[in-house]
């Protein structure tokens, strides 16, 4: 089965950071991607840009709205995703607990809807 | 404090003392863990809606046990019907002599290690034995178990039902098996016990409440067992290796909370009077002449704080120990932790050949321990660009924080 980790993470914690710190962050990151390539369950991944750079866009009455900045406005944003094909939520949900996005923020699981 | 406040803080402290017995003691009468669970979480109700009325009862045991069993007999006449169900209400009938003649808490019959029979029954899926022992003697709900055992909530409470429907359906016994195959069931009971544990010791950062808690009521479960079957000597030998574990709790993180390896630890963070009981355990333990995994387990730790403590360099007892281990479990986590200590007696390059043999064991490919392990010992004959790949990896498996923070400090440590 497929599921989208959906990684939510307070982005003032990132340029609080020194760079020491977000390379290592970064280092851990990419220790974990390669974890999953490894284990032939990554289909995708990638982080995002900071909400700061979200659009969002609604079409209502055929007149769309266009506004600045993301969906949900809260302290922790959507800054990236994994795609993985594991087969059930027990295993998914070990994936999601190894990935650094767990410890310093919170990863919502989701099965993709199979057509 | 008003009457309500007194009822409710009176029924949490129930709770807390009496919750496994008194389930346990319904579960054991009823021959079904559910309608325990049930029974008794309907008398807690009553008694929150009663006792700030009517004021609490001298003896609330008694009171919650007597207002149980009625809502036992319901429950009875409204689900079950026929032979089964006259067996029941039967069993109900005597329980309530027996109940109304319990004067204390003391004086319920202690048949918690009855329950956690049943729920390590080899009947019941081993997956699902731990949870179920938690849940069942100890309370905790669904959600609590099912996060610890990185489970969704939904999946954790619908195995759990499953698994006491299988209890009631297949008619499972809450007893304590008889001699000749005591040890045997034992063993079930005490893996799931120290599978609760090692859900609460691999806590990531330590810093998770929940997971925090289930290594202590894990240790509770275990000192119960050792308690109840004091000539056990595995059931003591399980107690030793947990107390022993639990008493280097402190030393295992530095102040910046960040993971310090055992060779490294502060001695004097340990807490020495957990390891004296450890030890004067294992020492019962031995005497009684049988010999077993956790006893070995314990003997390990034991002799890991007696080299720290005393500088001992000779590495001969943990490999002996070792040997002893893998032969009885074959377990490739064991041959790992051997490979190790021998590396400690006969150099890196020995131990080197074991990892690459274990390698062709694909349980190891995804055990991040494995492949520290590796790294380490890649460092140490100075292959350094297979050490760093190889800590790269283990990077990538750490589920805790702060062993992939002094993972990655190992690896840029590694000379370019």
New interface residues.
């Given amino acids: 089965m497929q599921y989208l980790l959906m990684l939510y993470a307070d982005e003032s914690r990132w340029s609080q950071m020194t760079p020491a710190e977000q390379e290592?962050g970064v280092?851990?990151y990419?220790?974990?991607?390669?974890?999953?390539k490894?284990?032939g369950v990554l289909l995708g991944s990638n982080r995002l840009q900071g909400s700061a750079t979200a659009t969002t866009v609604h079409v209502a009455d055929g007149k769309s709205q266009v506004l600045d900045g993301p969906y949900v406005d809260s302290k922790e944003q959507l800054a990236g995703y994994y795609l993985i094909d594991v087969p059930d939520?027990?295993a998914a949900?070990?994936w999601t607990?190894?990935c650094?996005g767990?410890?310093?923020g919170t990863i919502e699981v989701r099965p993709v809807w199979s057509m | 404090m008003d009457r309500a406040a007194r009822a409710r803080s009176t029924a949490d402290a129930v709770a807390r003392r009496s919750y496994g017995k008194l389930v346990a003691f319904l579960a054991a009468a009823m021959r079904d863990v559910a309608a325990a669970e049930d029974a008794l979480s309907e008398a807690f109700a009553a008694a929150l809606a009663d006792w700030p009325l009517n004021g609490c009862p001298a003896n609330p045991e008694a009171w919650l046990l007597t207002v149980a069993r009625r809502k036992g007999i319901d429950g009875v006449r409204r689900h079950r019907s026929g032979e089964t169900a006259a067996v029941q209400l039967q069993i109900l009938a005597e329980l309530d002599e027996a109940a109304s003649t319990v004067m204390d808490d003391a004086a319920i019959p202690d048949r918690r290690l009855a329950l956690l029979f049943a729920c390590a029954h080899p009947a019941v899926d081993a997956g699902i034995r731990a949870p179920l022992m938690l849940q069942a003697v100890l309370g905790l709900d669904a959600k609590t178990i099912a996060s610890a055992f990185?489970?969704?909530p939904d999946?954790m409470g619908k195995r759990l039902v499953r698994a006491k429907q299988k209890i009631r359906q297949a008619g499972i016994r809450f007893a304590i098996p008889a001699r000749d195959e005591l040890a045997g069931r034992l063993d079930g009971v005490l893996d799931a016990i120290y599978a609760a544990f090692a859900e609460g010791w691999s806590d990531?950062?330590g810093t998770d409440v929940i997971r925090r808690d289930l290594t202590a009521e894990a240790l509770f479960l275990a000192g119960l067992v050792a308690g109840l079957l004091p000539r056990e000597p595995e059931a003591l030998g399980l107690l030793a290796c947990m107390l022993h574990a639990e008493a280097r709790r402190r030393a295992r993180r530095n102040a910046d909370g960040d993971y310090v390896p055992l060779a490294e630890q502060d001695v004097a963070l340990w807490d020495a009077a957990m390891i004296d009981e450890a030890e004067a355990l294992l020492l019962r333990a031995s005497a009684l002449g049988r010999i077993g995994r956790y006893q070995l387990e314990a003997a390990l730790q034991s002799a890991h704080v007696e080299r720290r403590r005393s500088g001992r360099t000779d590495w001969t007892p943990e490999v002996q120990i070792y040997d002893a281990l893998l032969a009885l479990s074959g377990s490739p986590v064991v041959a790992l932790n051997r490979a190790l200590a021998i590396a400690e007696l006969q150099g890196p390059r020995a131990a080197l050949e074991i990892v690459d043999a274990l390698a062709a064991d694909g349980r190891l490919?995804?055990y991040q321990p494995y492949w520290a392990a590796r790294a380490a010992l890649l460092a140490r004959i100075h292959a350094f660009p297979e050490a760093r790949d190889a800590y790269?990896?283990a990077?990538?498996?750490?589920?805790d924080?702060a062993v992939?923070?002094f993972l990655?400090g190992r690896q840029a440590a590694l000379p370019r």
């Fill in positions: 290592q280092a851990a990419g220790a974990y991607t390669q974890a999953l490894t284990a939520l027990d949900l070990a607990a190894r650094p767990a410890s310093h | 990185l489970a969704s999946a990531p950062g490919v995804d790269a990896v990077i990538g498996l750490a589920g924080p992939r923070r990655q």
